[in-house]
């Protein structure tokens, strides 16, 4: 099944997500695009120096017909991940194989992205304990 969003939807979800993994001090831009586009279901361009981001999501009505169960608050939450991990990518990315980079950085960001949306769709608390 996909869950779709509408374009406040999307800001909304982008909104939220940026607070959960504290990047309230990026502004994170997005644009909704052809899957054909981009050949994925989401991607992201940023700019570290003066954090800055935007993310193309595909929109659902463009997406294959043999789409993995994937939608638009996992890819959202997922490109937002790798904003958190920006400065390591940046660093070792130029260094990684695609195998490398795959196993180090996309593969562990996959899974993380679906435990923090399935943890907020059963609406367990992700507010960490005060520090």
């Known amino acids: 099944m996909i869950i779709k969003m509408t374009e406040q939807g ?7 997500w940026q607070a959960q993994l504290r990047l309230g001090d990026w502004e994170i831009e997005h644009s909704l695009v052809r899957y054909g586009d981009i050949n994925c279901y989401a991607q992201m361009r940023w700019t570290l120096p003066t954090k800055g981001a ?11 017909t043999d789409y993995n169960e994937t939608d638009m608050e996992d890819s959202i939450v997922h490109e937002l991940v790798h904003v958190l991990n920006a ?8 260094s990684m194989t695609t195998e490398e980079f795959d196993l180090f950085v996309e593969f562990p960001t996959v899974a993380l992205a679906k435990v923090l ?3 907020h769709r059963n609406k367990k608390d992700l507010t960490p304990e005060s520090e």
């Open 54 to 64: 935007a993310i193309d999501i595909a929109d659902p009505d463009t997406w294959p």
């Open 87 to 94: 400065p390591l990518i940046q660093k070792f990315k130029s």
């Open 117 to 119: 949306t399935e943890l």
């Open 10 to 16: 999307i800001a909304d979800c982008i909104k939220y």
